[in-house]
Every structure is written in C-alpha cells, then in structure tokens.
C-alpha cells in the first residue's frame, strides 16, 4: 500500500503524500522529539523533513525505499535543529515531557533528571543512534544505512552513548544514597 | 531498589516517555505547503519516465546509450585531463572519503552517476562531480553533513568544530525574506539575480564582486559581509534550502561562488582567515560537472 502511495505522490498525488504523512508522521516525530528533547524544534524537524521528502520524491527510485529515506531526511533535519540550536539557544532547557506516553514509573525523578541531563550532552549524532535502537528498535544495519554511516560507526556510537546513559544513571543512584537537605 | 533494576530497562523506559503524535498544526501546515512547493523533476534514467510515444521512446533509449557509451570512453581513456587525477576505482581523496565509504544508501545515489568518492553521501545533489583537495590544506569531507543537498569539505579544529572550508550546495533559490527562517521561496533566475537578491538582505553588505569561470560555467563571485544583527533581522537566511548562512562561519565574511550548471544553481560557500581563500580557489578551479558542455547541451 505504502509503494502505491510513494508512486503516487511522487506523480503530484498531494492526497497521496497526505496519507503517507498519516502513515509515517507519528513515527517520524517520535524519533525527532526523543534526538532533540524539544517538542517545537521536533515539529520543524519533521515539517522541513516531510517538505523536502515531497520536494524530492520524484528522484527517489525504489519506492520500496521510502522508509529508510524518510528517517534519513528526519534525521538529517534534526542534525540541522540541533546545530541551529548549540548555535542560538545554548540556554534554553528542554521543555518538559507530555502527552500521552507520559512518566513512567520504571524511572525515578532523580533518574529521569540524571538521564536528561546525560542525553543533552551527547552529540546529535549518538542521540540518534540511541533513539533509533532503543526506542525505535531499528536494526543497527538500517540505522547506518538511515545515519550515512558505517555500520562499525553505529556500534561505537551506541556503546559510547550507552556508557555515558549508565554512568549518569550510577552517578544518581550514588548521589541518591547521599542525605540532602530538605 | 534502584540497584536492582537493569540500567537499559529503565532507560528505555525514560526513552519511551513523551508525545508519540505529531501535532495536528504540524500535519496541517505540511498538508498546505504542498501546493507551493514544487517537485523535483524526475530521474532520467528512473523507470516509468519514459514518455508512452514508441518512436519518443526508442530516440530516448538512444540518447541514452550514446551517453553512456561516450562517458564509459570517456572514463576508461588513460590519459583523461584535469580529473583523471580522479581515478574512479581508487581516488587520491580515497583517505578523506574512506571514513565514510558510499552507504547502502547507494540504491539512491547511483541516480547521481557520480564517480567522485562522495557517492553516497548527498542524497539529492543533482550534479555529479569531480574535485581535488588542496595538498596539506588540510580539508576533509565533514562526515556531520546534515545536509543532504550539499557537499562539505571541512578544516578540523577540534572535535566537532571546523575552522576553515568549503562547501558545495544545490540551491533552488533564494527567500522572500532573507531575515526568516519560513519565508517561502523566490525564484531567482541566474548568477546575476543571485547577486541583486543578496543586496536585498538588510544586514549584508555585498563586496567585491567579479565574473569568474567555474569549470567553464560562467559564475559570480563576491564577499558576503554581514553587519551586526537587528531585531527585524536577527539572522540571514539566504538560500531557500536549509537554515541561515551564517551558521558555517558565524557572521565573519563569506566568500561566495554562484553559476548554473544545466540548469541547476550550484553555490559555493568559502569561509575561513583570508589566508585560506586560495585554498578555497584552488578547490573551486578543481571543480568538474559531468554534464554536456553549455555549448552541447543548448538547443
């Protein structure tokens, strides 16, 4: 169905592209939110991202394709809102988490605040990995081929970020055992 | 009770938090931008683009293999010129590129006919070229490129940072306000339209401009000089594709190089100490577009 409408849209057909939008738009803002813990620079990400996929989708020739290409061009979207962010709004902190997948309670607060705090000082390009591995369960043979990297790349950059995730996690389970002041 | 949960579990779990819907003003505003952004032509060479006229058909298969039989010539000759420094099976850039070889990506760029080392890194360039990196200046292909209709060759000056480079961008435009991210775009015809627009930015100041030739495309090159930002402009974005110009170089000055090739606007972006703009030349003199001549492809 997906082919049918990549053909399509890729004609002109806007409805097409629309359903297509239907299909894979949760999924692609999913991702962009959880590489820029930003809700509004998510949805440029993905708006600029399904833009440039209309604007492109002639050239695209295996529809079979889709998929991949449009996590690329997401991807490649939020790489270019992080940087517009390090460069202009160093200071602002991430908005706070809503809608409907909402807290857990796996995660503590203290956790969640250590987790958040590691995650923004990963690069764009490790949150990626991270995003789409652990959330997005993308095997790491797409995430390379999604990120435009060698498959070794996907692998250390997942075990850096991993590392980095867990010892932020160690560190506040250490802190947690200390007193503090009320 | 922390100690005993698996590290991955809870993280996984503060991953999973958060909106999983794309807003319903997101979904509109793409909806409506649809019918003012126009689509890319087709591939040539993509199936289904042949038009249904069989005599139509068959001339255009002919093109085709006469193409390709005069670039498979052209690239096997021994002796090629300028490029022929850039063999196609093991390019001298080969260290610069090999970081980052052609991805399985390639299913798409193998549309670009490219037989430089950066197959399989721009997604959409619509041109396929040759270059040479300036010995010892140092420049790499930024593996970080977030573009994906562009080629960046970069100076390292720490991690993640680069102080000097060149990149090489499609554009198809400029903007109908150089000061906002989300202004539309405006059409701009040539390498002289693209200078008169750059007038039109508010805080730049266009210098030093001259005709130049680019791999014999005739071309327009100038300075970019960028006066202190206002509140009506608080940044430049002068390109229709992708975010301000002033994110690769800050606000120091911008050497820029613009000509059409078949059609496509192609823009080359300097930055860097002035030391570094015969490097950045040398680099463009290197430039070659594997498309016919202007002379041939003129009807």
Not at chain 1, 51 to 57: I, M
Not at chain 1, 111 to 127: G, I, M, T, V, W
Not at chain 2, 20 to 33: F, K, N, Q, W
Not at chain 2, 54 to 69: D, E, G, N, Y
Request: charge should be negative; proline fraction near 9%; include cysteine.
């Amino acid at each position: 169905v997906r082919e049918g409408l990549v053909e399509r849209a890729s004609e002109g057909d806007e409805i097409a592209f629309g359903q297509l939008l239907d299909i894979d738009g949760d999924r692609c803002y999913a991702i962009a939110y959880r590489i820029l813990r930003d809700a509004e620079r998510a949805q440029d990400a993905v708006q600029q991202a399904f833009l440039l996929a209309w604007r492109e989708l002639p050239r695209l020739r295996d529809a079979s394709r889709f998929e991949v290409w449009l996590h690329r061009l997401v991807v490649n979207a939020c790489y270019e809102e992080a940087r517009r962010y390090r460069r202009w709004s160093a200071n602002v902190r991430a908005l706070p988490v809503d809608g409907p997948a909402g807290p857990d309670e796996t995660v503590s607060v203290d956790e969640r605040d250590a987790l958040e705090r590691a995650f923004q000082r990963l690069s764009p390009e490790h949150r990626t990995v991270v995003v789409l591995h652990h959330h997005a369960g993308v095997p790491l043979a797409s995430i390379a081929e999604i990120a435009g990297v060698p498959l070794g790349t996907v692998k250390s950059r997942l075990h850096y970020a991993t590392r980095i995730l867990r010892d932020a996690l160690a560190a506040d389970r250490v802190d947690g055992r200390k007193v503090r002041p009320a | 009770m922390n100690e005993m949960r698996d590290p991955d579990v809870v993280f996984s779990a503060w991953l999973d938090e958060g909106p999983t819907e794309l807003p319903s003003s997101t979904r509109r505003a793409i909806v409506t931008a649809l019918p003012t952004t126009p689509q890319a032509r087709r591939g040539r060479f993509a199936p289904g683009r042949f038009p249904m006229i069989p005599l139509a058909r068959f001339a255009a298969i002919a093109t085709v293999l006469v193409v390709a039989l005069g670039a498979a010539i052209y690239i096997l000759k021994p002796s090629a010129s300028t490029v022929s420094s850039l063999p196609t099976s093991s390019p001298p850039q080969s260290t610069a590129a090999s970081p980052q070889a052609p991805s399985p990506q390639s299913s798409e760029s193998a549309a670009l006919r490219t037989p430089s080392p950066l197959q399989g890194r721009a997604i959409d360039f619509p041109i396929a070229f040759t270059y040479a990196l300036p010995a010892d200046a140092g420049l790499v292909v930024d593996s970080h490129d977030p573009y994906a209709d562009s080629y960046q060759f970069r100076h390292p000056s720490g991690a993640d940072t680069y102080d000097r480079g060149v990149i090489v961008r499609a554009i198809t435009g400029g903007r109908t306000d150089p000061c906002s991210a989300g202004a539309t775009r405006l059409d701009l015809a040539d390498a002289d339209a693209f200078v008169a627009y750059f007038r039109t930015a508010p805080t730049v100041e266009v210098r030093n401009v001259t005709d130049i030739s680019v791999d014999g495309y005739p071309a327009k090159q100038l300075t970019l000089h960028f006066l202190p930002p206002t509140a009506a402009c608080p940044d430049v974005y002068l390109w229709a594709d992708g975010g301000s110009i002033t994110e690769n170089a800050g606000r120091g000055d911008a050497r820029i190089t613009v000509f059409d090739v078949a059609r496509h606007h192609i823009v080359v972006l300097a930055f860097g100490p002035p030391s570094f703009l015969p490097t950045a030349d040398a680099f463009i003199a290197s430039l070659h577009f594997e498309v016919p001549a202007p002379s041939a492809s003129t009807p």
